[in-house]
């Protein structure tokens, strides 16, 4: 109780410090802030989809989002993000520093900023667990802007009266989409714009090398979660998944009769889950837990034809996923590598 007491004063005296600074929400449009698929002129048309229709105060401009339409600073200089890989990461590839951000709590209690390798995160406040940001923390950085992603929508109004919060929604759509949407929020157009065009160039370079076998190749990729179960991961966005879509590589589309990709998936059903090549996802470089050791020893594993062809991968996925163009571009590379490989069996499957 005392504890609460205390979170309430901190609360009470920051929301009267940052009242008049916290600007109206609307709301959009059904489609506002979704725009059409990416391509290299997707900036431009973005910015016409992200149209909106709030009237904001001198020094705020309008900003339409998962949650609702927001007048953001036109030139913030603390920014919150509430989660690491999906808001952190995407603005410090923008070249925009957060002064604070969420994170992940590690098992030994230290907090770690995902997939942010090769950024510079010195000086950011960490401020928990993207599962649940700490509100006193966020609210003593003094933000003039948080960002998040859908995840926070039930603590949409919460954050809301500490400072204007936009929600990027980063699920059920491909991430060049997203990143757009970021890019319009931290008025980096030219940048996006150009971060994608690279990004189309790999897509075409490595489609072109796969020839034919595009449509014979098949492709599986898995996160395990224990020696046991794993994620199966599809076509479905993310940077893993709009990758897969946008090479049209078999084996990534969801299949008609799944309703959803909820698991996780026993070892034991590993034979229906198979492909030419699999791709198994590692985060041991920010678990401590060594899963996927134990799941790639695995006998059932082992027994089968994609193993015993040899074409069972281990990814980086702390390099490989996450909310930003470098992400797509270094699990390309891999893809490039494995892929283009001539001496690749696509006949591993049997259809």
Known sequence: MKHQHTLLIAMALMLTLLSACVAPVATPPSDAGIGEVATPTAVAEETEANAVSTICEPGFRPFAHFAGETCVPENPQRIVTLTDQNALLPLLELGVKPVGSAGRLRND?????????????????????????????????????????????????????????????????????????????????????????????????????????????????????????????????????????????????????EESTDGPLSIEVISEHLGDVILVLDYSGEQTDPVVDEFLASPILN????????????????????????????????????????????????E
Do not use: C, K
């Not at 230290?110 to 010195?122: C, E, H, K, L, Y």
């Not at 603590?155 to 991430?175: C, G, K, M, N, W």
């Not at 994608?196 to 897509?203: G, P, R």
């Not at 470098?326 to 069996?345: A, G, H, K, Y």
């Open 109 to 257: 209690g230290s907090g770690i900023f995902r997939r942010t390798d090769g950024f510079d995160t010195a000086g950011i406040e960490f401020l928990g667990d993207f599962t649940q940001p700490n509100l006193e923390g966020i609210a003593a950085m003094q933000p003039d802007l948080i960002v998040g992603y859908e995840w926070h929508a039930d603590q949409y109004e919460t954050f809301s009266q500490i400072a204007p919060t936009v929600l990027i929604q980063i699920f059920d759509r491909p991430l060049d989409e997203v990143l757009i949407d970021f890019a319009l929020l931290a008025d980096a157009q030219e940048t996006a714009e150009t971060l994608h065009e690279a990004y189309q160039a790999q897509i075409d370079r490595i489609t072109e090398g796969l020839g034919d076998r595009r449509t014979s190749l098949s492709v599986v990729i898995l996160n395990p979660v224990s020696a046991t179960e794993f994620y199966r991961v599809y076509n479905t966005g993310q940077a893993i998944g709009t990758v897969m879509g946008a090479l049209g590589v078999a084996g990534m589309a969801l299949p008609e009769e």
């Open 303 to 350: 027994s089968q034809p994609t193993a015993q062809a040899a074409q069972v991968y281990r990814i980086d996925g702390s390099r490989t996923v996450g909310s930003a163009w470098v992400r797509m571009q270094i699990f390309l590379d891999t893809l490039e590598e494995i892929l283009l490989n001539p001496t690749i069996d696509v006949d591993v499957i049997q």
